[in-house]
Nanobody
């Protein structure tokens, strides 16, 4: 049973930084896709970044490219999202997700989700 638990959200001033974490347990796969999404108030959920665990390949949405970085610590089974130069429009609930089959891109669906962590930028 795959479980994902995010942490690291909080309140920050515009221009500041935050680093989100997502601990993954229960997955027996060694090649899978991990992603960060967000949902802003009144908006659809948005894919921000994906990381293919098998080869460490990453892809970013244009809205965060150059400001956000997705990484992982294999030993800690943890996915990270380093966010810099934060803007008020980055205010959202942030989620991590895992996909076990069929590629790794921003447009694909993900089967396992965390509960989310709130980021507020003022």
């Amino acid at each position: 049973h795959v479980q994902l638990v995010e942490s690291g959200g909080g309140s920050v001033q515009a221009g500041g930084s935050l680093k989100l974490s997502c601990v993954v347990t229960g997955s027996t796969y060694d090649r899978y896709c991990m992603a960060w999404f967000r949902q802003r108030p009144g908006k659809d959920r948005e894919a921000l970044a994906v990381l293919w665990i098998g080869g460490a390949t990453t892809t970013y949405a244009d809205s965060v490219k150059g400001r956000f970085t997705i990484t992982r610590d294999k030993a800690k089974r943890t996915l990270y999202l380093q966010m810099t130069a934060l803007k008020p429009e980055d205010t959202a609930m942030y989620f991590c997700a895992v996909r076990h089959t069929g590629g790794c891109s921003l447009s694909l669906s993900f089967g396992f989700w965390g509960q989310g962590t709130q980021v507020t930028v003022s």
